[in-house]
């Protein structure tokens, strides 16, 4: 078992584990696992872009015939790690682990091909975003427990909530994408929403007796 546990970690050492931090702050196992699924859809999405750009910007046979060989290996490798890090990791429900390794590994693909093959000036529009919106639903979700806690912190020098950010207010900041939460004061806490400017889906939550939709439960954010 230990044996297993160090090779997992090895491998999973190998890339940056890009969207970890977004999806660990997700509320729940489930909810953790479609934010991955879905910053992998997108990392892989993003690798076919750069691929087709760069095979449109070099017309050479030999140079396309190269690229499609590397590219085919890459692929390769991609699936023989994949089937070995999903024996190492074992368990009924491993595609966190493998998501998680599969980002950072497709996002290497994706700037070897962009610094050293170049797309010759070929350009076209981003990787659309993945449809269930789950990386930036956590994105926005984490935001806004981030809040709370910061609310909390102001109310435990001041005795009372602030809808100020910044000098004089509560000490928050926002993940790239996201808005700056629209925070009202209410009788006996306050209410927040939240956006993200990849999706229409936006995110609220309250404290106190007021809610704020889509929000139901003091505390806990809600998104529509």
Not at 71 to 79: L, P, T
Request: charged share 15%.
């Amino acid at each position: 078992m230990r044996a297993r546990i160090l090779t997992a970690a090895l491998l999973l050492g190998c890339t940056p584990l890009i969207a970890q931090g977004v999806c660990d702050n997700s509320a729940s196992e489930v909810e953790r696992a479609n934010c991955l699924d879905a910053a992998y859809a997108h990392a892989d999405s993003e690798l076919n872009r750069v691929y087709q750009l760069a095979m449109r910007a070099h017309p050479d046979p030999a140079m396309r015939a190269a690229l499609l060989a590397s590219e085919r290996a890459w692929v390769a490798y991609k699936e023989s790690q994949v089937k070995l890090l999903a024996f190492v990791v074992g368990g009924n429900h491993p595609s966190e682990e493998i998501n998680t390794y599969l980002i950072g590994l497709t996002n290497d693909r994706t700037q070897f091909l962009q610094s050293e093959i170049g797309s010759g000036g070929a350009t076209g529009p981003p990787a659309t975003p993945p449809a269930n919106n789950a990386v930036y639903v956590a994105a926005m979700k984490a935001d806004l427990r981030n809040l709370v806690t910061a609310e909390e912190a102001f109310f435990a020098d001041s005795v009372k909530y602030t809808s100020k950010i910044g000098p004089g207010g509560i000490n928050f900041s926002v993940t790239s994408g996201n808005s700056w939460p629209a925070i009202r004061l209410t009788r006996d806490g306050w209410t927040a929403v939240i956006a993200n400017t990849n999706t229409p889906t936006h995110c609220a939550i309250f404290i106190g007796s007021i809610s704020a939709p889509p929000a139901i439960k003091e505390g806990a954010p809600n998104c529509q």
